[in-house]
Every structure is written in structure tokens, then in C-alpha cells.
């Protein structure tokens, strides 16, 4: 179900050690990267070109950017990432893993440093802040300062101070013929998202658990045509009550196929039975799981969704998460965060790994002076 967006220019993969690498290039991994760039941090970003959203037709409830195509939006990002030095490399990470500091060549602190000041120059051509692109480290790290090595399928390999995990997550669907070639259409998930853009149309709410009986709630409110198909759910009486009162009709006969309309959107859903019930959109929640692949090496915590709606990683304040100098941010580890919220979350993760790169920095400056090795 994944949608792949349009190719795009990649930058080169710079060698030796950069102060951070964000994996994943949406919405939290752009402005995580962001704040990281124009903390003039040498910031590397891995983008499968796989975002969650990509088969909507727009951002919404994003303030001053309601409606933008994602890959118009995330095209922009990349943009803004590179404008202050970091630099974009298309790729999928293989693995992810934890690397012994003292592993490190001499050389990796000049090599990063030319590697990324030319990744990044076309992009610094006319900008203000061209010359500024972010040095790579030049001071022996302290001891117990972490170093990743982050491999790309295609067997590149990049050395990190600091990594930030902002994957996303894959939405699963449930297994019913014609569901998913809507998806992001005439199937949605999420009424903040498509509500507005389907509302008054004749609705149904494709029961999958617990969290399904809210969902009707959402969606009532932007239409009064509703049906609720339990599909072997358990509705207990007191919410058939509510329903009623809010005239959303419920359907216990199963479902066996979405029927596709001859316009090539939804006609309605099949029944056991082999009654049609007419529905022009369907909503139904996701299994939400986050995407671990290649990352396995890490160490990161997972934990279950409620009611069995998926898994994420774990994280505390800031995208911080139990295994140092690795941060999570956006629906990896907050599946019901929009846009704005993944956004605000890399943000904060961003200047959280500046912060801590700070302290961090300065460590190894007090230890490169007490031992008499010169640092520049």
C-alpha cells in the first residue's frame, strides 16, 4: 500500500562523521533536520520517499499550508534543509547500529566537513547564509560519547554523533477485497485529515475494534447519512442506544467486498447476503505499526498500541529514548500526530540533539585541554 513519491535530486553522501543523521525525510525528519542545519550542525537526512500521507491529495490542518500536495510540501522542506547546509540522500537504511568512537579514522572530521560543504553548494548559490555550511567534528570525542554507523541498502555507510528515528508508520488495512486500491481516496482514516473533504456524503464506518465505535462519533458529525458495519465486532447495547440517538444505523451482516463505481470511486460495500449497500466513502482505523526495518541494531524500545491498534517506539520528553544519543520523533512514535504535530515534534527533537551536542562538545574541549591535544 505504500505510494512512492516522484524522484528527486539526491546529494552525495558525505564520508566520515556527521553530527546527526535523521532517518526518514516527512515532516519530523525535515524539521528536526531544519533546526539542526540552522544550528549549523552537519545534518545528513536518509528519505525512502515513502511518507504515510502521500496518497492524499493534501496537508490539512496545517495553518498557513492547508490543502499543499505533500510532495509539494515535503519538496519545499528538503529545500529549506539544504538552504542551510544539510544535506538529502534518497535511500533506504539497511541497518542502524551503535560504533566504537576510538573506530573512527583520523580523517573522518575533514572529510565530513569537504564532503558536506559540496553536497550542499548548489543549493547555498545566492543564500545568505552560503560559507556557513556546518563543520564536522574536529575534537576527539569524550568518552562515552555515542557514534552510529548508519548502512544504506546500496552498502554506503555513514558515521553519526547523534541519530534521529522519524520512519513513520505503515497503516494496515483490513483484509477486504477493493478496500485498499482507495486508500487515501474514497477510504480514509482520519477525519481531521479528509472530514471536511467528504463531508454529506454517504459514510461507513468499517468497524475494526474498540476505537471503531469513537470513530463513528467523528464522522457523525460531518454527515447525517451514517452506517456503522460492526464486521464481528462487539457492540453492546448501550452504545446501539447511543448510536440511535444520533440516527447512525448499525449493520451486523459481514462484509465481503468494497463494490468499485463505474466512475472508479466507491459504490458501496457487499454484503454476505449479496445486498450492495450504497456508501460513497468508508472510514476505517488502521492498524498502526511503526517502521522498524534495518533499525533492529538500535536497541530501541517498542511498545503495543491500545486495543491492538499497532506499536510504536517508546520515547520521553522531547523524542528522547532509553538508548543514548538516539531520538524518535513524529507517527513512529505518536500515530495519531497530524502534520503540524510531526513537524513540532522533529523541531523539538532537533534542538534537544543541538542542545545535548553542546554539552557534549564542550566535554571533549575540557578533556583535549587537559591532556594538552590542540582542537580548533
Not at 544550528?39 to 498557513?64: C, K, M
Request: proline residues 6%; negative net charge.
Amino acid at each position: 500500500m505504500p505510494v512512492t513519491t516522484a524522484a528527486y535530486a539526491t546529494d552525495t553522501l558525505p564520508g566520515g562523521t556527521v553530527d546527526a543523521v535523521v532517518i526518514g525525510g516527512g515532516a519530523a525528519g525535515l524539521n528536526g533536520a531544519l533546526m539542526l542545519a540552522r544550528s549549523r550542525r552537519s545534518v545528513v537526512v536518509i528519505d525512502s520517499g515513502t511518507p504515510r500521507n502521500a496518497p492524499a491529495e493534501g496537508v490539512h490542518g496545517l495553518l498557513g499550508l492547508d490543502g499543499t500536495p505533500p510532495a509539494e510540501l515535503y519538496e519545499r522542506g528538503r529545500e529549506e534543509v539544504r538552504r542551510y547546509g544539510g544535506v538529502i540522500v534518497s535511500g533506504e537504511v539497511a541497518s542502524a547500529e551503535p560504533a566504537a568512537p576510538s573506530a573512527l579514522p583520523a580523517s573522518s572530521a575533514s572529510t565530513a566537513s569537504s564532503a558536506l560543504s559540496a553536497s550542499s553548494a548548489s543549493s547555498a548559490e545566492g543564500d545568505p547564509s552560503a560559507g556557513n555550511a556546518p563543520s564536522a567534528e574536529a575534537t576527539p570525542p569524550a568518552e562515552g560519547d555515542p557514534r552510529f554507523t548508519v548502512t544504506l541498502a546500496d552498502g554506503r555507510t555513514l558515521t553519526a554523533r547523534r541519530l534521529l528515528v522519524a520512519t513513520g508508520l505503515r497503516d494496515v488495512l483490513p483484509d477486504i477485497p477493493g478496500l485498499a486500491e482507495h486508500w487515501g481516496h474514497g477510504v480514509v482514516h482520519c477525519p481531521y485529515c479528509h472530514g471536511w473533504e467528504v463531508r454529506d456524503e454517504p459514510i461507513g464506518v468499517l468497524a475494526v475494534g474498540p476505537a471503531s465505535v469513537h470513530h463513528a462519533l467523528l464522522f457523525r458529525q460531518l454527515t447525517d447519512d451514517l452506517i456503522y458495519f460492526t464486521r464481528g465486532t462487539e457492540l453492546d447495547e448501550d452504545t446501539r442506544t447511543r448510536f440511535a440517538a444520533r440516527d447512525i444505523r448499525v449493520v451486523d451482516t459481514p462484509v465481503v467486498e468494497v463494490v468499485r463505481a463505474d466512475g472508479g470511486g466507491i459504490a458501496g460495500v457487499r454484503l454476505t447476503d449479496g445486498q450492495v449497500v450504497a456508501r460513497s466513502v468508508l472510514a476505517v482505523a488502521t492498524l498502526m505499526r511503526a517502521r522498524t526495518e534495518g533499525l533492529e541494531g538500535l536497541g530501541l524500545p517498542i511498545e503495543d498500541l491500545p486495543d491492538g491498534m499497532g506499536r510504536r517506539f517508546a520515547s520521553g520528553m522531547a523524542g528522547a529514548t532509553d538508548v543514548p544519543g538516539v531520538w524518535v520523533a513524529g507517527n513512529a512514535t505518536d500515530p495519531t500526530a497530524q502534520v503540524g504535530a510531526a513537524a513540532a515534534a522533529g523541531a523539538l527533537a532537533g534542538a534537544h540533539i543541538n542542545a545535548l551536542l553542546a554539552i557534549a562538545d564542550t566535554d571533549a574541549a575540557l578533556a583535549a585541554a587537559k591532556s594538552g591535544t590542540t582542537t580548533t
